[in-house]
């Protein structure tokens, strides 16, 4: 029988352990703060959203939140994120994306302080992850690690294969695995024969965004499968990229969806940004 492997449950170890380290802070005078700019009001951003508040209440982080319309302009964005950067009661500054399509994403992230980019998203600490060095790391690659650590499930040596090249996700995954000795492949649309590919995986890490893309043909008997995707199927539940049911009696161990890699994208946050008061 396989091993569900349970998000929420690792999440909210991780998220008491933040609040011990926090109230630790605050005998010593240090307040953590994160900033939360949100623009427009995309419902599936502003649930994001309103998790990362409820989860900095949680753990004792002050949030500030910045609200602004659709029609904020780039400029004023810039202006912001800038504002928050000189700011020293600042610690961390997150923008939501996805951004309205008239500014350009790569700015903004460009534009925030790598020691308050907890997002991980900044090249410089993309950068300092590639090769080793400190800096925040993107949230749900960084997860997915601790998901499986925390599962006493072994990387070192494993056939390690990722579906998906995104800068989120794919490419940090592919990082933060061979940083823990596993021996990595990453997949993407043009990869030649894919079944034959992630049927040598130990680990199979799946975040193509395809709703139940994955199924049994692509595994192997026992492996580990951490799916990332999330969807509102036909029927208005949600689903991963991988087919669940198909899956079940082949693994050894699986992320449900939801309640797998989601809650531990936030908690990641919030460990990114109570190391940000060290940055």
């Known amino acids: ?29 240090i307040e953590v703060t994160l900033a939360v700019i949100q623009v427009g009001n995309d419902p599936a951003s502003s649930v994001y959203v309103g998790n990362k508040k409820k989860a900095c209440e949680y753990i004792g982080i002050r949030s500030l939140a910045y609200e602004l319309s659709e029609e904020t302009t780039q400029e004023e964005l810039l202006k912001l994120v800038e504002e928050l950067n000189n700011r020293e009661d600042v610690n961390g ?13 790569e700015y903004i992230i460009k534009a925030i302080t790598p020691i308050k980019d907890v997002d991980g998203f900044h090249p410089f600490n993309v950068g300092a992850l590639s090769i080793g060095q400190k800096g925040f790391v993107s949230c749900t690659p960084a997860g997915v690690i601790e998901l499986l650590k925390r ?40 990869t030649k024969d894919l079944k034959e590919v992630t049927k040598r995986a130990d680990i199979l890490v799946v975040a193509l965004g395809k709703p139940k893309f994955i199924t049994k043909e692509f595994i192997k008997e026992g492996a580990v499968l951490v799916d990332v995707g999330i969807h509102r199927g036909e029927d ?21 969806v939801p309640g797998g890699v989601g809650p531990m994208t936030i908690a990641m946050l919030m460990h990114n940004c109570v190391e940000s008061v060290r940055m």
């Open 93 to 105: 500054i997150l923008v939501q994306l996805p951004l309205p399509a008239h500014i350009q994403e």
């Open 151 to 190: 599962s006493g499930i072994s990387i070192n040596g494993k056939e390690c294969v990722i579906v998906g090249r995104s800068n989120i996700v794919g490419k940090p995954m592919g990082l933060l695995l061979l940083r823990e000795n596993g021996t990595v492949t990453i997949c993407h649309s043009k």
């Open 236 to 256: 208005n539940k949600l689903c991963g990229d991988v087919d669940f049911d198909d899956v079940i009696d082949k693994v050894s161990a699986i992320t449900p």
């Open 1 to 29: 029988m396989a091993a569900i492997i349970d998000g929420k449950k690792i999440s909210q170890e991780i998220k008491d352990e933040l609040k011990g380290k926090v109230s630790a802070l605050r005998e010593k005078g």
